[in-house]
């Protein structure tokens, strides 16, 4: 466990959501599927507009030919650590409603984030780390997995059990080991109203 990724909160923040945090150095140790579809089912149970679930993930276990398509699709500040990764998965969005008409669906990559938090906090229970990567060719994946224009690739999160920081090259190990931070919470309420 690299404990320097766990933040002292301003609040009493539940410790599922404190021991979250994107991972760069996995360890060999392999996610086996019924594991890997554990996670994508926990991204199920996300809510969604209308529960149109307007999510499909590709899955891909190291030692795969998907696996291997997928890495060639990083870009190339990702794929140095990835390369270790025990799996991809890759969230897309399904940009219509199945219903009559087959309408826009405009919270269609706002519920693809929901699906992918719940996947990552599932993981996190599993002492799974998940790294979401935007970093990819994105023309590159939909042609490799024949993806059409009604569905859009948002992410490839990279899963693995954690493992040393020093078995990583520079820059990523000095990332590694770098405390994580975010905006104190007075900042990002814009507005409170209590009394
Ligand atoms: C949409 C999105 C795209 C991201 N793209 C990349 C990426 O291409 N490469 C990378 O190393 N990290 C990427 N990240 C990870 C963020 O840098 C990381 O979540 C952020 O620095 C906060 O760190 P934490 O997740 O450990 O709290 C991405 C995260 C998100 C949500």
Redo the contacts with the bound molecule.
């Keep these: 466990m690299n404990s320097i990724?766990i933040p002292q909160t301003q609040f009493p923040v539940a410790d599922l959501i404190k021991n979250?945090?994107?991972a760069?150095s996995f360890s060999p140790k392999e996610i086996s599927t019924e594991q890997l579809k554990t996670i994508v089912e926990a991204a199920s149970w996300a809510p969604s507009a209308n529960n149109a679930q307007p999510w499909e993930f590709i899955v891909a276990q190291k030692g795969t030919a998907s696996f291997d398509k997928i890495h060639g699709c990083l870009?190339p500040?990702?794929q140095p650590w990835t390369k270790h990764a025990a799996a991809f998965v890759v969230s897309v969005a399904k940009k219509h409603f199945e219903k009559e008409g087959n309408p826009l669906n405009p919270f269609a990559e706002h519920d693809l984030g929901l699906a992918?938090a719940t996947l990552l906090l599932q993981a996190t229970t599993m002492g799974i780390s998940g790294?979401?990567?935007?970093?990819?060719h994105q023309d590159q994946l939909r042609q490799l997995f024949n993806l059409n224009d009604l569905v859009k690739p948002?992410?490839v999160i990279a899963l693995g059990y954690p493992d040393a920081a020093e078995k990583l090259e520079e820059p990523f190990k000095e990332r590694e080991l770098m405390p994580?931070s975010r905006k104190p919470v007075d900042e990002i309420i814009i507005d409170f109203s209590n009394n």
């Design positions: 990724k979250r945090w994107s760069r870009m500040g990702n992918n790294h979401v990567m935007a970093g990819f948002m992410v994580r």
